[in-house]
């Protein structure tokens, strides 16, 4: 099975679990607004091409690789609710479609994206999932997405005035990648501490591809309002380091994520992968930029 | 120990988890505003009841049992931070000082929560604890705080236009109670399920006094504005009812409530705390009605 049909797939039959007779029926349909459509789904196809990484055999967890890409997908989703509110990006687009709490509100954008974090949590606890899986899982995750260098750290630095940028950036957009590559290194049996730089550098590449886009991009082709950063006077490496460097930067990175994949069974197969997915993320208005 | 000693200092030792040098500064001061001065910390104080209501060979795994206090303090304190936002109740104090998101803004208010959040299921997760407990109290956890009949439900409740007015107060009040109790049940070995009615039950009791306080207390007695039900349209027994029936139906709840006090090694004792943990929360004024 292909892996973005896998992956809306698990998304439906993961995310039902998330709502029942006792979930007030305007959650239900919210949570259901910010899981679908998707958007490029990244994170979760990047657990699963590190879970194939692994020779069969290493793959009978399915449950668990399952569980790990839906977690990040959703750890991603609820991010992005927040992202979008008022008192942080106040973006009233997002995946082409009226964010989120432009349409259900504020509140109910705030509960969504609560019941998508619990969510997580709760199907890697699956009682599919040996339990020693299950809590390497959910340590790693709660590592990726809190404060001590996760997603929340992340966002929150954009509240400081002296700003880090590697580490914002490490927290803000690296975590949740090297949440995927972890996961998917721990759902198959192999040490996700051989998959984490992977993951990083896949985050810095993303983040800059995502910086490039927000100052040459349009809002349609982009599914979200661009020209954010300079509003919003958050950082953007083209703006400090100019486009041609940023462009050399991140085609540089590119090479190192691939250079970095760890040893596994099928190494060669994800090398080409990766490099095919990063294709899907980097803007193709660069090749007018630095060689 | 008595118990509100061992809690403040669980409190101070798990919370300190919760960030380190990568963690933004206001990030880490609004944790701390959020979880210090406490308030009553019935929820802890009911984990700690429970587990001593088992014999001492029962209690051994001190690290469930302190994670299990910790985690449903956290999250109701989370539960709070978001209670207070101007999405929701929009109430300017809480625990007699001013609400969290006005002091540390809206954003870092969502954030501080994220964290709370992510925060319980880190220090359930944590490798001192052995796995199945881990997953088991996880599993829990999500159960009573997610999108299926958990506080984030309870909460998406009050946007409906029809309201299950039992369904609603289960999910926004019961659950984090009922997960106090089986929490407990899971950390010294017992069946959580015995422990669930029990912790249902104080959760009503402590609704209808609350709603009952949000009548007839003042705002310096109660540390948060009161007569909001009425300002907010919520549902408020109260209102409903009358204060001599609701005043009644407090009474005999705290007698159901030390009647449904499940087999266990301390039986009786655990019955007298309750009665006198129930006492905390009653309103004094409560005499002047119904018998």
């Known amino acids: 099975m292909q892996a973005h049909v896998r992956i809306e797939q698990l998304l439906v039959e993961l995310s039902a679990r998330l709502s029942n007779s006792t979930t007030p029926p305007k959650l239900t349909q919210s949570i259901d607004y910010a899981l679908f459509p998707g958007g490029a789904r990244i994170r979760p196809r990047l657990v699963i091409a590190v879970s194939e990484a692994y020779s069969t055999d290493k793959r009978q967890s399915r449950t668990a690789i399952n569980a790990s890409a839906a977690a990040v997908e959703m750890m991603h989703c609820a991010s992005l609710i927040q992202d979008d509110l008022k008192c942080f990006d106040d973006a009233d687009s997002r995946r082409g479609k009226p964010a989120l709490h432009t349409v259900w509100g504020a509140g109910n954008a705030i509960l969504t994206a609560d019941a998508l974090i619990v969510g997580c949590f709760q199907i890697l606890a699956d009682e599919g999932i040996d339990s020693a899986t299950s809590a390497a899982l959910i340590r790693k995750l709660t590592r990726h997405t809190g404060s001590c260098g996760g997603i929340t750290a992340g966002q929150a630095w954009e509240a400081e005035t002296t700003i880090d940028l590697d580490a914002y950036h490490a927290s803000k957009t690296g975590s949740l990648f090297a949440a995927a590559t972890e996961l998917a290194a721990i759902s198959v049996g192999a040490n996700p501490d051989d998959w ?89 208005e660069i090749d007018r930029y630095a060689a």
Do not use: W
């Open 196 to 284: 984490s730089r992977l993951g990083l550098l896949i985050g810095s590449a993303y983040q800059i591809a995502d910086d490039i886009r927000d100052t040459i991009g349009n809002t349609n082709d982009l599914g979200k309002p661009v020209g954010k950063d300079v509003e919003l006077h958050r950082p953007n490496i083209v703006l400090q380091v100019g486009m041609n460097k940023a462009v050399a930067r991140l085609k540089r990175l590119v090479e190192d994520v691939v250079e970095s994949v760890p040893n596994c069974d099928n190494r060669f197969e994800f090398q080409k992968t990766v490099h095919q997915e990063a294709n899907r993320f980097i803007p193709k």
